[in-house]
Each structure stands twice: as structure tokens, then as C-alpha cells.
Antibody, heavy 120, light 109 residues
Framework: EVQLVESGGDLVQPGGSLRLSCEAA????????MNWVRQAPGKGLEWIAY????????FYADSVKGRFTISRDNAKTSLYLQMTSLRDEDTAMYYC?????????????WGQGTPVTISS | EMVMTQSPATLSVSPGERATLSCRAS??????VAWYQQKPGQAPRLLIF???TRATGISPRFSGSGSGTEFTLTISSLQSEDFAVYYC???????????FGQGTKLEIK
């Protein structure tokens, strides 16, 4: 059974930093590209970051480019999102999601999400 | 910039009837469209990928169609568990940017 378990969400002040983690199990982590998707309260889904199987290809949505960093550790079967210069509008549930393959594919499996709140 | 536009925003349908949800891409995305279902307090669930292929374990009551810029998700004989928010998403080309529609809320009439 595929499992994706996010952690690290918290209440942070504007301008602060946070690191999210996503632990994967039940599949060969190193052969799938991975993504982070977020959802602000009462709003729709927003893709924010992609990382290839080896971590050499990384892409971001414009809304987080330059502030967020996606990374992965295939040995630890884990995905990460380092978030800096946080803003009120970054408040959201953050999901990690596995693509259906090693490239640009639909998002097959999702974690349960970890909540991030940015507020003073 | 790619935009995915879903219609209607809210759809009211009676149980047992058919629901048809639409999604339009601002430029051609070939068949690289997925549909997701999201219930309150839950993560999204993949229903359809490549415009018309059902994901593993998805009921045959769910079907997808379309290519290019126009896509449809059809849910036949609606059941209580189908009332949720549905999102379309494109994943066409490179770089691997994903774009979601704003969602259609399917509610009980």
C-alpha cells in the first residue's frame, strides 16, 4: 500500500521559515517524480513544486519561486519543502503527491496534508 | 500562461441522475488532463488520467472524454458518495507545470 505522510506544518510569523517533510512507503520512491500541492482555506488546489526522480530537474510555480526549495532523499524515501520568507498568502494545507511515472504525469497518490498557518 | 476553466462552479443533481462537468484549457493540452475528486477534510483522489483512463479502483460510473482544449467528466447514476468537489488538471509538455481548474462543486439537488 502506497503511503505518503507529511509533517512539519506549524504556525509561523510572516517572514519566517519552515521545513515540510513527506515520508513515502509502499513503492519504489526513486523511480517516481514528486510534487508539492497546496490548498488555501476554502480555495482550490495549487501546484507549487516538482522534482524529478534524481532531483536534477526542479520546477516551481511563480508564486513560490525564489522562496521555496523542493528536495528529496531517495535513500530515506523522503521529500522535503524548505519554505522561507513566508507570507500570509502561504497559509494552506500542503500535500505531497506522487506522479504516475518518472516525468510529467497525473498525480496518482496524495498524502493527507500538513497545515501551515502564517500569522503574527 | 495556461488556464483551466471549469463549468459550472456548482452543479445540483439528484441521486440516480447523470452529472456532466466541463473543463476548458486556454491552449491545447492534447489528452494530458486528469480529474480529481475531493471530499471535505480529505486529500484529492485521482479519478481519470490521460483524459479518459480510469485510475485503479475507480467505479466505471466515472468516465472522461475530450482532447485538445475541451474535456468532460461524466458521472452516471449519482450515488451519495459522489457529492464532492471535482478538479480538472493539465500536465502537458515541458517544463512540468501543473495547472488546476478552480473546481466544480457537485451537490445534492
Amino acid at each position: 500500500e502506497v503511503q505518503l505522510v507529511e509533517s512539519g506544518g506549524d504556525l509561523v510569523q510572516p517572514g519566517g521559515s519552515l521545513r515540510l517533510s513527506c515520508e513515502a512507503a509502499g513503492f519504489s520512491f526513486n523511480v517516481y517524480s514528486m510534487n508539492w500541492v497546496r490548498q488555501a482555506p476554502g480555495k482550490g488546489l495549487e501546484w507549487i513544486a516538482y522534482i524529478s526522480t534524481s532531483g536534477t530537474a526542479i520546477f516551481y510555480a511563480d508564486s513560490v519561486k525564489g522562496r521555496f526549495t523542493i528536495s528529496r532523499d531517495n535513500a530515506k524515501t523522503s521529500l522535503y519543502l524548505q519554505m522561507t520568507s513566508l507570507r500570509d498568502e502561504d497559509t494552506a494545507m500542503y500535500y505531497c503527491a506522487r506522479a504516475r511515472g518518472s516525468g510529467h504525469y497525473a498525480l496518482q497518490d496524495w498524502g493527507q496534508g500538513t497545515p501551515v498557518t502564517i500569522s503574527s | 500562461e495556461m488556464v483551466m476553466t471549469q463549468s459550472p462552479a456548482t452543479l445540483s443533481v439528484s441521486p440516480g441522475e447523470r452529472a456532466t462537468l466541463s473543463c476548458r484549457a486556454s491552449q491545447s493540452v492534447s489528452s494530458h488532463v486528469a480529474w480529481y475528486q475531493q471530499k471535505p477534510g480529505q486529500a484529492p483522489r485521482l479519478l481519470i488520467f490521460d483524459a479518459s483512463t480510469r485510475a485503479t479502483g475507480i467505479s466505471p460510473r466515472f468516465s472522461g472524454s475530450g482532447s485538445g482544449t475541451e474535456f468532460t467528466l461524466t458521472i452516471s447514476s449519482l450515488q451519495s458518495e459522489d457529492f464532492a468537489v471535482y478538479y480538472c488538471q493539465q500536465y502537458h509538455g515541458w517544463p512540468p507545470v501543473y495547472t488546476f481548474g478552480q473546481g466544480t462543486k457537485l451537490e445534492i439537488k
